[in-house]
């Protein structure tokens, strides 16, 4: 089982900075796999917003790049994200993911999610 902890969210204003964390553990936790972050707004589908993989290749959704930035420590099982020039619309609650294989198919498969944690971008 995998278990997902996200911290560093809150309140900030327009243009301000945020680094979120997400700490991951678990006996059957493997690092071989791809964690990102996804926001959901109110009254709004969950979305992507960052992914890495355990080599550090990053994928980002085109309304962040340039502003945010996903990094990973292999060795602390933790992801980040780093998030600056805070908008209004970056508003939501971010969500922590890691999975690796196919569940159901795959040795070692899994698909976490952690609780969740609230960014509010407001003056």
């Known amino acids: 089982q995998v278990q997902l902890v996200e911290s560093g969210g809150g309140l900030v204003q327009p243009g301000g900075s945020l680094r979120l964390s997400c700490a991951a553990s678990?006996?059957?936790?493997?690092?071989?796999?791809?964690m990102g972050w996804y926001r959901q707004a109110p009254g709004k589908e969950r979305e992507l917003v960052a992914l890495?993989?355990?080599?550090?290749?990053?994928n980002y959704a085109d309304s962040v790049k340039g502003r945010f930035t996903i990094s990973r420590d292999n060795a602390k099982n933790t992801v980040y994200l780093q998030m600056n020039s805070l908008k209004p619309e970056d508003t939501g609650v971010y969500y922590c993911n890691a999975r690796r294989g196919r569940l159901g198919l795959d040795a070692g498969a899994y698909d976490a999610w952690g609780q969740g944690t609230q960014v509010t971008v407001s003056s």
């Open positions: 890495v993989t355990s080599g550090g290749g990053t």
């Open positions: 678990g006996s059957t936790f493997i690092i071989d796999n791809i």
